[in-house]
């Protein structure tokens, strides 16, 4: 068979136009990558210029949400360029956004509507990066999909 007729994962992503599911799930991405860079900031901020209770653990949890950030980031960016790779750290931000969705909701603050937020985010996420037209799209093989 020839290449025309078999197309390898390469050729997959490159062939059409970017389906919106995966347009959607990367600005979801993204959003969540913006707002971990916005936390991480404004923990940094008021690490330097505000009274935190420990200056250390202030800027430390500020540069740490800023290097979690770029997960989510490289994902977007991934999944705008249609790269199978991408997919995986996707989903795994996803993952670890419920626990986080959960516990916001637990609190008895203005906490709540972030929480639900989250959480509207990182279902709808995980809805459409693991669809199967997200997946054909990127050129990841299903079981039972036997390419050469």
């Known amino acids: 068979m020839s290449s025309a007729q078999n197309p390898t994962p390469e050729a997959a992503t490159e062939a059409g136009p970017r389906p919106g599911r995966l347009t959607a799930a990367a600005a979801l991405a993204a959003l969540e990558g913006l707002a971990l860079v916005a ?5 940094l901020v008021l690490g330097f210029t505000g009274h935190p209770d420990d200056r250390t653990s202030a ?4 540069i740490t949400l800023m290097v979690l950030a770029l997960l989510p980031l490289l994902a977007a960016r991934g999944l705008l360029g249609r790269r199978g790779w991408s997919r995986g750290p996707a989903v795994i931000t996803q993952i670890m956004a419920l626990p986080v969705a959960y516990n916001l909701l637990q609190a008895d603050s203005v906490a709540i509507p972030a929480g639900i937020a989250l959480a509207v985010v990182a279902v709808t996420a995980l809805v459409l990066l693991l669809n199967p037209g997200t997946t054909r799209a990127l050129g990841i093989r299903g079981p039972g999909d036997e390419r050469k």
């Open 39 to 43: 936390g991480g900031v404004w923990m």
């Open 59 to 62: 800027v430390t949890g500020g």
